[in-house]
């Protein structure tokens, strides 16, 4: 059985940093991508960071381009968000999710994690 397990989180002043986790397990990813979203209070939720297993290609949500780092441990099948000069408004759930290739949607989730970023 495919899970993502998260782990990170919690609380922080504006301008500190967190780092997310996600580890994978249940079937071999290396072909997948992996995305980081997340949900705040009464919003829909929205793209963060993707990247792939293997090639390296990453992509950011321009409200986060120069603060946030997604980065792979192939090793360790875990992915990371590292989030820096964070802003309240970075304040929400944050889920990790698997892309299977040449699929639209993603495919598997993470449980979610909370993130409160304190003004």
């Known amino acids: 059985q495919v899970q993502l397990v998260q782990s990170g989180g919690g609380l922080v002043q504006a301008g500190g940093s967190l780092r997310l986790s996600c580890a994978a397990s249940?079937?071999?990813?290396?072909?997948?991508?992996m995305g980081w979203f997340r949900q705040a209070p009464g919003k829909e939720r929205e793209f963060v960071a993707r990247?792939?297993?293997?090639?390296?290609?990453?992509y950011y949500a321009d409200s986060v381009k120069g603060r946030f780092t997604i980065s792979r441990d192939n090793a360790k099948n875990t992915v990371y968000l590292q989030m820096n000069s964070l802003k309240p408004e970075d304040t929400a759930v944050y889920y990790c999710?698997?892309?299977?290739?040449?699929?639209?949607?993603?495919?598997?989730w993470g449980q979610g994690t909370q993130v409160t970023v304190s003004s």
């Open positions: 990247i792939r297993w293997s090639g390296g290609s990453v």
């Open positions: 249940g079937r071999t990813f290396s072909d997948y991508a």
């Open positions: 999710a698997a892309q299977a290739p040449l699929r639209k949607s993603y495919d598997y």
